[in-house]
């Protein structure tokens, strides 16, 4: 062991310098008719890459720490499209607003996509066996554009420009003729941002992670409001299984008057 030691340092080499570099995870972004790669190294070494500090990062639940690039430098916007689609690797898909993303040039929250140094890995996840990379996004001054807790997609593998869901997925729209305060309208608003990545309703909706919540049967048909109410705030408390994904939803991520509106449009789609 010393001898081979000897021979690396003789070499100019040393232990850590003679170690494979892991191998570079890619991002996809689909923008319009172009697809482009970037890999973490591409990424990391871009001039607009910046240190980024996130003071209550969402998934992580404390202050973190990233290199990141805004996700604006990245993107050729095409004007067709008014979504976009962030896919994780476990099957999350979050659809993001392009009009939240771009309040980020005029003093909103400013959307960024950090990058996991293979050098420098993040800590695991609460709970989890990974963490949040290789790419993740994240959101600078979140609070300035009421971003959801839904809208950090970690894990992310690709970008898409889509059409919005309620033009994607006419199934899961309430009726055009309820008035603009109706608790079902607000609903499908709190629905798309908070359920959406994981759900998908009658068919709509690109998540792969939970159950289908319109079909066959929505849960407002074999659960009381009050119990869905409880398995939204905190599932273990309602039932536990060790495969079990679904995060509790805080007032802070999930307001009662948006729960109540939620409720109001899974009422609202088991019937129509």
Same mark, same amino acid.
């Given at each position: 062991?010393?001898?081979?030691?000897?021979a690396?340092?003789?070499?100019?080499f040393?232990?850590?310098?003679?170690a494979?570099?892991?191998?570079?995870a890619?991002?996809?972004?689909?923008?319009?008719?172009e697809?482009?790669?970037?890999?973490?190294?591409?990424?990391?070494?871009?001039?607009?890459?910046?240190d980024?500090?996130? !003071?209550?990062?969402?998934?992580?639940?404390?202050?973190?720490?990233?290199?990141?690039v805004p996700?604006?430098?990245?993107?050729?916007?095409?004007?067709a499209?008014?979504?976009?689609?962030?896919?994780?690797?476990?099957g999350?898909?979050?659809?993001?607003?392009?009009?939240?993303?771009?309040?980020?040039?005029?003093?909103?929250?400013k959307?960024?996509i950090?990058v996991?140094?293979?050098?420098?890995?993040?800590?695991?996840?609460?709970?989890?066996?990974?963490?949040?990379?290789?790419?993740y996004?994240?959101?600078?001054?979140?609070?300035?554009?009421?971003?959801?807790?839904?809208q950090?997609?970690y894990q992310l593998?690709?970008?898409?420009e889509?059409?919005?869901p309620?033009?994607?997925w006419?199934?899961?729209?309430?009726r055009?003729?309820l008035?603009?305060?109706?608790?079902?309208?607000?609903?499908?608003?709190?629905f798309t941002t908070?359920?959406l990545?994981?759900?998908?309703?009658?068919g709509?909706?690109?998540g792969?992670?939970?159950?289908d919540?319109?079909?066959?049967?929505? !849960?407002?048909?074999?659960?009381?409001?009050?119990?869905?109410?409880?398995?939204?705030?905190?599932?273990?408390?309602?039932r536990?299984?060790?495969?079990?994904?679904?995060?509790?939803?805080?007032?802070?991520m999930?307001s009662d008057?948006?729960?109540?509106?939620?409720?109001a449009?899974?009422?609202?789609m088991?019937?129509?």
């Amino acid at each position: 062991m010393l001898a081979f030691l000897f021979a690396l340092l003789i070499a100019g080499f040393s232990p850590q310098a003679a170690a494979a570099p892991a191998a570079d995870a890619v991002l996809t972004l689909s923008m319009g008719s172009e697809v482009r790669r970037f890999t973490t190294a591409e990424l990391l070494r871009r001039p607009d890459a910046v240190d980024l500090t996130i !003071p209550a990062d969402v998934s992580y639940g404390r202050a973190m720490k990233y290199r990141a690039v805004p996700l604006l430098s990245v993107m050729n916007v095409d004007a067709a499209f008014d979504t976009v689609e962030a896919r994780a690797a476990d099957g999350f898909v979050s659809q993001i607003p392009l009009a939240l993303v771009e309040k980020g040039k005029s003093g909103g929250a400013k959307a960024w996509i950090a990058v996991e140094d293979p050098l420098a890995p993040w800590p695991m996840l609460p709970g989890r066996t990974a963490s949040a990379g290789p790419f993740y996004l994240v959101w600078e001054n979140p609070q300035r554009s009421g971003v959801g807790s839904e809208q950090w997609p970690y894990q992310l593998a690709s970008l898409t420009e889509v059409e919005s869901p309620a033009h994607r997925w006419p199934q899961m729209v309430v009726r055009s003729s309820l008035p603009g305060d109706d608790q079902a309208k607000r609903g499908q608003a709190v629905f798309t941002t908070q359920c959406l990545p994981c759900h998908q309703m009658k068919g709509a909706g690109a998540g792969e992670v939970g159950p289908d919540l319109g079909r066959p049967m929505g !849960p407002t048909q074999y659960l009381s409001a009050n119990g869905l109410r409880s398995l939204i705030r905190d599932p273990k408390a309602v039932r536990t299984w060790p495969q079990q994904q679904m995060p509790g939803f805080t007032r802070t991520m999930l307001s009662d008057g948006d729960l109540d509106a939620l409720i109001a449009y899974l009422a609202y789609m088991a019937t129509h």
